[in-house]
């Protein structure tokens, strides 16, 4: 088919989006070849005109179905392009909450940032032994794939991690290294895997760093090889790096820190071991404060630091060793810390008494001179001599960080190569398994050689990551016979030559660097030279002269050439490594000797064969340099890569803010660009992606094949000819030996004609059910119309039958009965007319009374109401009046203020008029001494009245009775006082004005003298200012005490008030003074009266309030309402003198408020009694329930223990019946021996011999010598396997699980049969006692020693036997049969040390001869509990058994097989499931196989004779097993979260339901342990749509935790397009609403919990006595007593 026919309406395309990269758009209208616009329509509703070339018809990529949205493997989309991985990746990490995907053989992994619950050791061993993509995508997955074909194919594997900074890299690595360690645990003491393990925090504390992008970011690459032995055990390991960031030690960025290590150290300063350290906060170092913050949240750098101290002595570093690191390590703390001062321009000192550096020479044993001088000079080297030249500051510091660098670089290869010295293994290494844990690809707004170096080791790995993949295609290819077609893919090799070649940028780099003038610049311009418009990767960018641009496989990346030559060269001055030479600390010396340590050597016992041949170096000496090492050692790796088999993770970094379950699809699509997995999906989607195995085709697609494609026999050939009518381009797909193969889309469009088909098929199911209920409908009508037709005829016959004789003796009736009616009526009409007219008037009587009655009442409520209302209008009148006094008392206190203040501006104003006469006439010095004189009169005036105010003021303290009289005499004062200002102003005025009469007239003649005068008039001014200045400090005294007076009394206040204004304005107050204080006081009297009179109505008038208000608010508490209205609000309220209108309105709105409550009051007290009367009804009729039911329950009681009672006397009567029986058969046997031997007697002499009764004791006696034999025959010999010799020759003859079942549920069932094949032929009761008869024996051997009184005997056989017992389930610890036999033997004598203990516990229901029969002489109580934990010992063997058969059926049997046929529909699989994928009728275990299973061990156990309670126990753990394990898988497998999967579970659930009740172990409590299966299975199942859904579900699945229930959730997956899709809201619905339940955090069940277990005692009622042994045991030795 088309592409472009694919293009119709209702299909999906991903156009391109500025935000989002893609956006999804449905088509509204099918496309046309040739037409230039494609009709769409987005999410939003938003109508588009998507634009398209009709030249070049490149169409938007289509977008796949949702029932292949959110598949484990993105290879298993039909549409293979980026928008379609993201949209996976999103739908899967968002929606799902899962983080790993596969896409071939990539598996991508994205990082929450958050802890998930998936990595724990139940986890681990749930992907144990599991084929790779039957599981979820996991870390855990690809290990085991890799361990797996290491086990199969005896080939090396590697795991390559890879990614961003903060991508997750370091913790995939250290999980696919911990689940190595859990799974292939050392055969040795030694602990390797812990070792292996233990490696991860110190190289992470010594090699990681928090970044802006990370907090944990791994500043070096590391692979990591394990070592496995031939059994495929961890045996050592060996560990390499790459690359350490060493400029980080001298230099972080803002926001980031130094390696952890200097931290953790920093923190444990205060420790006492490291006081010579001389340590202190990280914040005191220069190395380690330059990212401006030295703590990390949530990290404890002094409890990492112990955990650090832990690794190490785990891996055997000493103590002391341990020392010199830390020593070296705060050595170079301290050395960052040293003061370089410049001396000069060209010159640097170091102060010898430099604290730091002092500190760095005592740890480092170093001499401080020289360390002072080689900090500050260098030596050059010349062809005759050395010189010693000094540095500058700057090269001086630059000495002193290169220093620091390589000390901390040789620090870490030390620790490494320590590391792997302890890793290190004796013996011959198999295989091994390498986990690479590597940087990806960089690029920042510098790059510089770092960047440079990382982004060319990934060139090399990406170049090994597509050839890889391209052989694996043109495996899958060659194996089904696919004709191979070349598939052209992005060759990095240019890229790679342009590095590393010859001339290449590494090698003119290495040529620059030894030149001794060479520079960036020269370095940048031979590079222009050989490349720039010659190599098409390399480019010069347009804005910077200092930098190159190179096209990597990835991205465009541009390098600045500053600091190239510098870090290539990581020179480290001579100076500096002669003294550190001499250093006496042994490990920093070895540091610089001339052969370097290495980082650890992959080449030691491997054998690897490159793909290719390795880069050879050109010179010598570039094997000094930084790119030269790097080179050699990533070829080094390249060759172990491609000597093994790869396996890819790419960490992918969703977001750059570390949001959780954030998804960037900008940033995200870089990082699959960078890191190969669109160029994985690109070269699938070129051949063939979508591949299906012809079983998975024939079960997915019958619903489009024929009844006469079906008719054929062969699946095979069926799918061919369907294929050929459903798609008729041939080229679209290609037959293959195991599979078809398809290409991009075409999987699309067979599920495009399944749902039209199905749909097609829904439509025609809904048009017969609608015309079966119309048809039914219809039917039904036809019914009632037949039926009403019937009654409508029927009618029509009656009424034809009648004649007009019958009509005419009906009128006559009629007439009659007319006449006799009317008769009747009048009659009555009488009777009721005379009953009225009396009822009448005793009526209008009685209303006559009640009216004049009511008048009499209305009457006197007139003359009530007269008198009230008249109370009420004078009440209201009394309250306007008062209301009206207090606000005319208001408007008169407004008055008189507003006059006070009159009069105060107008005294101002003559004060300001007297001052400024004083000044014109201040010339006139005899004159103003006049003046002097009257102000000097005043003055003393003033005295005298404040002698006076004192006097009033001891007279009011006094006694207040006075205080009348004297503001009496106060006030006559005051009037003298008045009068004399008067004269007095008179007087000045009269004489103000003759001296300005004079003044005017003489001033022309006085002019000069005025002139004189001046400068003596500015001297007495100041005397006469500093006077005024007097007196108002004098005016001030007497306002200060005014305010006292008013404090004490209000009206003296007035008159101190109106003195110290007289006084203020010098005598023009003293005529207003007295007015005002006459008002004053009247008025204050007023005032008084008022405000009692307005208190007590607002009190009046709140209580009023409160009143109305308790009404309207229905009984409100006035507290509450004193609490909502303050005083200040009624009085507000009241302002106005509205509140009464108010008030007479709610007195109306209440009376008619009350009416209504009343009336709902009188009904709700009826309804009150209604309800009590039944309530009490009720009650009665409970209470005789109640006692009827307890009556009941008494009878049922004493039934009950009647019942019991009756059932122990029968049990002992049959008890004692069965040993008459047993009495009576034995007489009758002997009986007829004696009868015989008596006729013998007779025959032979004629006489009759004695007879001799024997009476056995129910002991054996068993010799010292003999004790051995015993052993061997009856516990160790063959005795006891007489049971299991059939067994091997069954299942030898056969390989099928179905019948190797059935041969051993006949074994059982004929147990016996094959006992009398072997001569055991037991007489008495012996057949019943088989199982446990050796039980029996070794407690009759015990009896005797214990009667002997014999204890060495008793201990060696007590201890003989315990250890055969050992002996014996040790050697058949895999055989069931042997453990279950011996499981109830052991239990059996368990018993029987109780029984005959002695114990009164144990000898309730053993008959008197037992009780006889009971031990003696010593007490075994010790080796009950010896025998007891034997017991427990030998259970845990027998469930181990169990489980280990049954475990590989629970999977199939409950999941995978379909118990409903045609339930369930497979769906596309992706690569990662091709290879297990092959479900060609293959024998596959079913739920039978496990009933099968577990009826044999029932059979079995029951057989043995085990007891009935310990069977319970073991089949409740086997239960458990099954529910367990089933659960977890669908924790673990998306694909099996769906509905149609939720009731084949449940089908599976009651078929285990069924044969607990068929075996009768309902009381085992096995189907509890079912239920968390059971309600995982129902949430598959239940509506998951409304909130009424989400209640439903909490409430329900009580055994499932709140993480298992979103994790089902989360992982549900339609498979028809018929079912919808969770929506991810309502999965935030459920998991906020299981947030309150606290239930943990764990996912995985553990299927290792064992339940504990009991051995119940139960007492055997056979007699020892009569127990016998056959003579096939060959226990001839023993002897009954």
């Not at 990406?462 to 993949?469: A, S």
């Not at 379950?661 to 900008?666: A, I, N, Q, R, T």
């Not at 009257?934 to 007279?955: A, D, H, R, Y």
């Amino acid at each position: 088919m088309a592409v472009a026919e694919l293009y119709t309406k209702y299909n999906s395309v991903w156009i391109p989006d500025p935000d989002e990269v893609w956006q999804s758009a449905e088509i509204t209208k099918d496309y046309k070849k040739g037409s230039d616009v494609l009709f769409l329509q987005l999410e939003d509703g938003t109508e588009l005109e998507y634009p398209i070339d009709p030249v070049k018809t490149q169409l938007p990529p289509l977008r796949n179905p949702d029932i292949l949205v959110g598949e484990n493997d993105l290879t298993a989309l039909s549409y293979l392009h980026e928008p379609a991985v993201l949209h996976n990746l999103k739908v899967r990490f968002v929606d799902s909450k899962l983080i790993y995907t596969y896409c071939g053989i990539i598996l991508v992994a994205i990082n929450p940032y958050k802890e998930i619950p998936i990595y724990g050791d139940a986890i681990i061993h749930a992907y144990s032994g599991q084929n790779m993509g039957d599981m979820d995508p996991h870390i855990f997955a690809v290990s085991e794939e890799a361990y797996k074909q290491m086990a199969r194919k005896n080939r090396n594997q590697s795991i390559i991690v890879s990614g961003e900074s903060g991508a997750g890299k370091t913790v995939s690595a250290r999980y696919a290294m911990r689940y190595f360690a859990t799974v292939s645990k050392s055969s040795s003491k030694a602990c390797v895997e812990d070792k292996v393990l233990a490696s991860n925090p110190i190289t992470e504390a010594i090699g990681n760093a928090k970044t802006t992008r990370n907090d944990n970011s791994s500043r070096f690459g590391k692979y990591t090889e394990i070592s496995f032995n031939n059994q495929y055990r961890i045996i050592g390991a060996n560990m390499r790096t790459y690359l350490l960031e060493k400029s980080r030690v001298v230099f972080q960025a803002e926001n980031e820190r130094n390696y952890h290590i200097f931290y953790q150290l920093c923190a444990s300063a205060d420790r006492p071991e490291f006081k010579h350290l001389k340590l202190a906060p990280a914040e005191n170092f220069s190395y380690v404060n330059m990212g401006g913050n030295t703590v990390i949240d949530g990290i404890n750098d002094r409890t990492d630091f112990i955990e650090t101290q832990k690794t190490f002595s785990l891996l055997g570093l000493n103590k002391d060793f341990q020392m010199d690191i830390f020593k070296v390590l705060a050595g170079i703390l301290h050395l960052g810390n040293v003061e370089i001062k410049a001396v000069g321009d060209d010159k640097s000192s170091v102060k010898h008494d430099d604290n730091h550096l002092k500190v760095f020479s005592e740890l480092l044993e170093i001499k401080l001179e020289k360390m002072a001088h080689g900090l500050c000079h260098r030596k050059i080297a010349t062809t005759s001599d050395t010189v010693v030249k000094p540095m500058t500051k700057v090269q001086a510091i630059n000495a002193r960080d290169a220093l620091a660098k390589h000390i901390y670089a040789h620090l870490f290869s030390c620790i490494v190569d320590h590391i792997n010295k302890a890793l290190q293994f004796t013996g011959k290494k198999h295989t091994f398994i390498g986990v690479l844990d590597i940087y990806g690809f960089e690029t920042f707004d510098v790059n510089s050689f770092e960047q440079f170096c990382i982004n060319y080791a990934n060139e090399k790995l990406q170049q090994q990551f597509n050839l890889h993949v391209f052989k694996l295609e043109q495996d899958e290819y060659m194996k089904e016979d696919i004709p191979w077609a070349l598939i052209e893919f992005n060759d990095n090799q240019p890229c790679i030559d342009l590095i590393e070649a010859k001339m290449g940028i590494l090698e003119l780099l290495d040529e620059e660097c030894l030149l001794p003038q060479g520079t960036e610049e020269n370095w940048l311009q031979k590079l222009q030279n050989n490349y720039l418009n010659k190599n098409p990767l390399f480019e010069k960018p347009r804005m910077s002269s200092k930098a190159f641009i190179i096209l990597h496989f990835a991205d465009k990346v541009q390098y600045e050439c500053d600091g190239f030559l510098e870090k290539n060269r990581d020179t480290l001055y001579e100076e500096l490594i002669d003294v550190l030479k001499k250093s006496k600390l042994s490990l920093l010396a070895d540091f610089f000797q001339e052969n370097e340590p290495s980082t650890g050597s992959l080449r030691a016992n491997i054998k690897v064969r490159p793909a290719r041949p390795g880069f050879k170096s050109f010179n010598k000496q570039h094997r000094t340099t930084v790119g030269s090492k790097f080179r050699n050692s990533l070829h080094l790796l390249m060759e172990t890569l491609n000597a093994t088999t790869p396996h890819y993770v790419r960490c992918i970094k969703p977001n750059d803010l570390k949001l959780q379950f954030e998804y960037d699809s900008k940033r995200v699509v870089q990082q699959l660009r960078a890191c190969g997995v669109l160029e994985t999906i690109r070269i699938s989607a070129q051949s063939y992606p979508s591949r299906w195995t012809y079983f998975e085709f024939f079960s997915r697609y019958r619903i489009l094949m024929s009844q006469q494609d079906l008719a054929l026999d062969d699946k095979k050939q069926i799918c061919k000819e369907v294929l050929k009518h459903l798609i008729q381009d041939p080229n679209q797909y290609q037959f293959g030996k195991t599979k078809i193969f398809f290409r991009a889309g075409q999987v699309a469009y067979l599920e495009k004609l399944r749902a039209d088909k199905l749909r097609a098929a829904s439509v025609t199911i809904q048009k017969n059910l609608r015309c079966w209920i119309q048809r039914k409908k219809f039917l039904k009508m036809k019914r009632a119309a037949i039926i009403i037709q019937q009654y409508v005829r029927g009618e029509r016959a009656i009424r034809h039958v009648l004649n007009a004789a019958t009509l005419k003796q009906s009128w006559g009736a009629v007439i009659i009965q007319k006449h006799w009616r009317r008769f009747l009526l009048s009659r009555r009409y009488q009777l009721i007319l005379m009953a009225t007219i009396r009822i009448q008037s005793f009526t209008r009587g009685w209303l006559a009374r009640r009216t004049y009655e009511k008048m009499l009442q209305d009457q006197k409520a007139l003359v009530i109401q007269k008198h009230v209302r008249a109370w009420l209008v004078r009440r209201r009148y009394q309250s306007i009046r008062r209301f009206v006094l207090n606000i005319q008392l208001s408007f008169r206190v407004k008055q008189l203020h507003k006059k006070l203040d009159e009069q105060s501006k107008e005294n101002k104003g003559l004060l300001e008029r007297l001052t400024h006469m004083s000044t014109v006439h201040s010339a006139d010095l005899n004159k103003y001494q006049k003046l002097e004189e009257e102000l000097q009169k005043t003055v003393t005036q003033k005295q005298f009245i404040e002698e006076q105010v004192k006097k009033s003021k001891g007279q009011t303290e006094q006694t207040l009775s006075e205080f009348r009289k004297q503001t009496l005499s106060l006030q006559a004062q005051n009037q003298k006082l008045e009068k004399q200002h008067q004269e007095q102003t008179q007087e000045m005025k009269e004489k103000i004005t003759e001296i300005t009469r004079q003044h005017l007239s003489e001033l022309e003649r006085e002019e000069q003298q005025r002139r004189t005068l001046e400068n003596n008039f500015e001297t007495q001014k100041e005397s006469y200012e500093q006077q005024i200045k007097a007196l108002i400090d004098q005016v001030k005294h007497l306002q200060e005490e005014r305010i006292q007076l008013q404090e004490q009394v209000q009206e003296e206040y007035l008159i101190n008030d109106g003195l110290r204004k007289e006084l203020a304005q010098l005598a023009d107050e003293a005529l207003v003074i007295p007015k005002l204080k006459g008002d004053i006081a009247t008025l204050e009297m007023k005032s008084q009266d008022l405000e009692m009179c307005l208190q007590k109505q607002r009190k009046e008038m709140r209580e009023k309030v409160e009143e109305i208000t308790k009404q309207l608010l229905g009984g409100l508490e006035g507290e509450e309402l004193r609490k909502r209205l303050s005083p200040e609000d009624m009085e507000q309220l009241n302002e106005d003198g509205e509140l009464w209108l108010a008030y007479e309105g709610l007195k109306r709105a209440t009376r008619v408020m009350e009416i209504h409550i009343q009336s709902q009051k009188e009904n709700y007290e009826k309804e009150i009694e209604e309800l009590s009367f039944r309530i009490d009804q009720l009650c009665e009729e409970t209470t005789h329930l109640q006692q009827k039911v307890q009556a009941e329950n008494d009878t049922n009681e004493t039934i009950r223990q009647e019942l019991t009672r009756l059932a122990k006397e029968n049990l002992d009567l049959e008890e004692r019946l069965d040993q008459k029986e047993k009495q009576i058969r034995k007489l009758q046997n002997q009986i007829k021996s004696l009868t015989k031997n008596m006729d013998r007697g007779h025959r032979a002499n004629g006489k009759v011999s004695p007879i001799v009764k024997k009476e056995f004791l129910g002991m054996l006696e068993c010799k010292a010598e003999d004790e051995e034999k015993l052993i061997k025959n009856l516990i160790l010999g063959e005795v006891v396997s007489f049971v299991f010799w059939f067994l091997p020759l069954c299942e030898r003859q056969t390989n099928s699980i179905n019948i190797r079942l059935v041969f051993r549920s006949l074994l059982c069932t004929n147990v016996y049969g094959l006992a009398s094949l072997l001569d055991l032929k037991p007489r008495g009761v012996v057949v019943n006692m088989i199982p446990v008869l050796p039980a029996s024996i070794l407690f009759m051997c015990i009896r005797y020693a214990d009667d002997s009184n014999d204890a060495e005997m008793l201990k060696s056989l007590m201890n003989s036997l315990l250890d055969g017992i050992k002996k014996v389930t040790k050697n058949h610890d895999e055989d069931f049969e042997m453990l279950s036999f011996w499981l109830s033997n052991s239990v059996h004598f368990l018993n029987c040390l109780k029984q005959y203990s002695g114990e009164e516990e144990f000898m309730k229901h053993n008959t008197p001869q037992q009780n006889n029969q009971c031990l003696k002489n010593f007490d075994l109580s010790e080796y009950r509990q010896i025998l007891s934990d034997l017991a427990i010992h030998i259970y845990q063997q027998l469930i181990q058994v169990m489980e280990d058969d049954l475990q590989p059926m629970i999977v199939s049997g409950m999941l995978e097989h379909e118990s409903l046929q045609g339930i369930s529909s497979m769906k596309p699989t992706g690569l990662r499931k091709r290879s297990s994928s092959y479900r060609e009728e293959v024998d596959k275990y079913t739920i039978s196989s496990i009933l099968q299973q577990l009826s044999y061990y029932f059979t079995t156990m029951c057989q043995h004779d085990m007891d009935t309670d310990l069977i319970k126990q073991a089949v409740k753990q086997l239960f458990f097993l099954i529910g367990t394990i089933t659960l977890n898988n669908l924790f673990l497998r998306k694909d099996m979260c769906s509905c149609r999967k939720g009731m084949q579970i449940r089908c599976n659930i009651s078929y285990l339901e069924e044969w607990l009740k068929e075996k009768n172990m309902q009381s085992s409590n096995a189907k509890e342990t079912l239920e968390p299966l059971s309600q995982a299975a129902w949430l598959l199942q239940v509506n998951k749509i409304t909130d009424d859904d989400v209640k439903e579900i909490c409430e329900k699945c009580s055994a499932l935790s709140a993480v298992q229930i979103v994790k089902i959730l989360n992982s549900y997956t339609p498979i028809d397009d018929f079912e919808k899709r969770l929506a991810p809201s309502f999965v935030r619905k459920v998991q906020s609403q299981l947030n309150s339940r606290g239930d943990g955090s764990t996912l995985i069940i553990d299927a290792k919990y064992r339940f504990q277990v009991t051995f119940p005692f139960s007492p055997s009622p056979q007699a020892l006595e009569t127990v016998q042994i056959p003579s096939s045991f060959k226990l001839n030795f023993l002897t009954q007593i």
